[in-house]
């Protein structure tokens, strides 16, 4: 039986963050940003926390797969959605980091399927 993927749910969970970008679906929510779309983003980052440590366990090293890179636009996101100030100008430029984290975690899925069907 194969391991339930530590990305279990982050697809649907990037949907609503680009909701919230984008001001639709239930992203338009009043106090949406406040609350969901930060515990949202901490989902994800917990998850890229668990990945890091699924590929240091399996002998592969994380920077080759963008785990870093992929957590500062995670973080990155979590400061918008927090109402902190950080890297992200606008939402235009809040999309480009969503989609960039969007297109690695896709990726890290692909890989953490394979590492599954070793183990």
Avoid: H, Q
């Avoid at 969970?13 to 983003?41: C, H, M, Q, V, W």
Wanted: proline share 3%.
């Amino acid at each position: 039986m194969t391991p339930e993927s530590v990305f279990k749910g982050t697809p649907y969970a990037l949907e609503k963050i680009g909701d919230f970008l984008r001001n639709s679906g239930s992203g338009a929510l009043p106090g949406y940003a406040s609350t969901a779309a930060s515990e949202i983003i901490t989902a994800i980052i917990s998850a890229l926390e668990k990945f890091d440590e699924k590929l240091r366990a399996a002998g592969a090293e994380p920077s080759e797969y963008g785990v870093a890179l992929a957590g500062y636009a995670a973080m990155e996101l979590k400061k918008l959605t927090d109402g902190e100030k950080g890297d992200i100008a606008n939402n235009d430029c809040a999309e480009v980091f969503l989609r960039f984290l969007w297109y690695r975690i896709n990726e890290m899925m692909e890989f953490e399927k394979e590492i599954d069907a070793e183990n």
